[in-house]
């Protein structure tokens, strides 16, 4: 796959930026709908990164451990004129790689209704680990953390 973005990773002074991506999308606003809760998820976050093409911020992803369950989950969104063009799936496909590479086990969940994340999901090799009313939950399969060590 040719590479369209890069994840660029963010040092604790410059983890606001992934506010100011939320705050310029509505959907995304929706869905991260409080900003404290997004600086408490930044806070528990043991890695945060924006997707960049062509050198302009598109999106941001993280990797947050979840203090109620420590589970390390995966937050992302793109920027909505960006959406569609596979951005996010490239993104993911990369931040894949990185949580391989520093055996980390991670979730990811989208609401039921979210079909292109849930491709995206699917794509990158995620699982379905279970569901409720309202969401799927995903996971990297065990071989696939065997194959890298």
Do not use: W
């Not at 598109?58 to 793109?78: A, K, Q, S």
């Not at 496909?93 to 079909?115: A, H």
């Not at 491709?119 to 990297?140: A, E, H, M, P």
């Amino acid at each position: 796959m040719e590479k369209n973005v890069r994840l660029r990773k963010l040092d604790f002074n410059e983890e606001i930026k992934v506010i100011d991506i939320i705050n310029q999308d509505e959907d995304l606003k929706n869905t991260f709908a409080q900003e404290r809760i997004v600086r408490s998820r930044l806070a528990n976050s043991c890695y945060s990164a924006l997707i960049e093409k062509d050198g302009k911020s598109i999106g941001f992803v993280m990797i947050v451990n979840n203090p109620r369950t420590n589970i390390n989950e995966i937050d992302m969104g793109v920027l909505k004129k960006h959406r569609g063009k596979g951005y996010g799936t490239e993104a993911l496909g990369i931040l894949k790689e990185i949580i391989l590479d520093n055996s980390l086990e991670v979730e990811i969940q989208t609401k039921r209704i979210n079909v292109a994340a849930i491709t995206s999901i699917v794509y990158n090799g995620f699982k379905l680990i279970r569901d409720d009313k309202d969401y799927y939950y995903y996971s990297i399969p065990e071989e696939e953390y065997r194959k890298t060590r």
